[in-house]
Every structure is written in C-alpha cells, then in structure tokens.
C-alpha cells in the first residue's frame, strides 16, 4: 500500500513564525503536491512538484514556498506564519504517467494553529 | 475541467446499497471520472475511477451513464466506517505534470446502523 505521512497531526504557532511541514511518501511516485482544506473552499492547491528540486506553483502559492531536495520529501514552508494560514494541510502523490497516474495518494494531514 | 454537482447529504442503513449520484453534464470526451472519499479529520482517499465502462473494485462499483453526463458511486453494502464526505471529479488525464484535484463540496454520506 501507497503511504504517505505527515510529520505532525496538530501544530500550534504564533504569528510570525517560521513554519515546516514535512511530507514523505514511500511508493517512488514523482508527484508531489500541498493543498490546504478549508470549510466551504474546498482543497486548494499550493504548490506542486514532479521531480528534485522542481516546483511549480498552484492557485494559491503566496505566503508559501517548498522544497523538494530528495523525491520521496516534500516540504512546505510558512516563511512568517499569519492567522489567515490557520488550515488543514493535505500532502498527496502521484505517478508522473501510467494508468493510475491521476490517482493521488493522501496523507492524513496537518491541521495547523497559528495565533 | 467539468463541473459536478453531488447533493450535499445523504443517509443510508447499515448493510444496505449506498448509491451516490454525480451529474457532469459538462464533461468532454477525454475526461475521467473519478470519486474520493474524506473520512473526518483524514486526508481524502481515492477509491475508484473510469471513462466510459463501468468499473469495478474491492471498494465501490462506478456506473457511468451511456452519454456519459452522469454516474454513480455504489457501495455494495455500507457500514458504518463508510460514513465519509464523497468527491466526484472529472479530469483530463494527461501527461501534465500540474494534474491537482479540485475538489467540490460532495456528498456526506452518513450511514446509519
């Protein structure tokens, strides 16, 4: 079975501080991807990678940014945590191609605090 | 991408069929339908997909109408850790590396005992 895993379940920040969240996925998949999930918004896309060290933004990138330095780590960061990012955060992947390459692979995600 | 509309809630019994309808009276030839499910405070997991046959697996069965505008998600027999949030999505699939989900409002599904 496909894993992915979150590095926290729950996290409480203030405003203004620097924020990681660590994605890491043990199937090989290519993709890589962070959305976050708000009441009546629905999954929002943040940013998205498909190979080391490449990235590319999604509809909502600005206070973000990430890094992919190994393929199965996907991390995204808070530069100076604000209220407004206080949200479930959601790390997926996928294949690059193939059949099941639109089959995106949840982890549990993050609900992050920021006060 | 097609647009879908879900209703927003539906109950089923415990043991009973659970028949989950997906209008997409928008979708082009190309694109497949695909359905996720979001159990409460977990990510959303994929549970099937097709274009034009039906389809099935160890989770649901996917009906998709012959003209190709509507489907439906069948769990054969609901229990009550079904109870979940249902996503119908329709995507290209190609060989775009940008290929996120947007995911709708869905359907909660609260199955009963």
């Known amino acids: 079975d496909v894993k992915v895993t979150q590095s926290s379940r729950y996290l409480v920040k203030r405003t203004g501080e620097k924020v990681f969240l660590e994605c890491v996925q043990d199937?090989?998949?290519?993709?890589m991807f962070w959305y976050r999930q708000d009441p009546g918004l629905g999954l929002r896309l943040i940013y998205f990678s498909y190979d080391v060290k490449m990235k590319e933004k999604g509809d909502i990138p600005e206070g973000y940014s990430v890094s992919r330095e190994k393929k199965e780590r996907f991390s995204l960061i808070l530069e100076s945590a604000s209220t407004n990012q206080t949200s479930m955060y959601l790390c997926?992947?996928?294949?690059?191609?193939?059949?099941?390459?639109?089959?995106?692979?949840f982890g549990p995600g993050t609900r992050l605090l920021v006060l | 991408d097609a647009k879908t509309t879900q209703p927003p809630s539906m109950d089923c019994a415990e043991g009973r069929a659970a028949n989950l309808p997906c209008n997409h009276s928008?979708?082009?030839?190309?694109?497949?339908v695909y359905w996720y499910r979001q159990i409460h405070s977990q990510g959303p997991q994929y549970i099937i997909h097709?274009?034009?046959n039906n389809e099935t697996n160890e989770m649901a069965s996917l009906i998709i109408t012959e003209d190709r505008k509507s489907s439906t998600l069948i769990l054969p027999h609901a229990t009550l850790r079904d109870t979940a949030v249902y996503y119908c999505?329709?995507?290209?699939?190609?060989?775009?590396?940008?290929?996120?989900?947007?995911f709708g409002g869905g359907t909660r599904l609260m199955v009963k005992p």
């Open positions: 999505i329709v995507r290209f699939l190609d060989n775009n590396a940008g290929n996120m989900l947007t």
């Open positions: 199937m090989d998949h290519e993709n």
């Open positions: 928008t979708i082009s030839g190309n694109e497949y």
């Open positions: 097709g274009l034009k």
């Open positions: 997926a992947s996928s294949l690059l191609q193939g059949p099941h390459q639109e089959t995106q692979y």
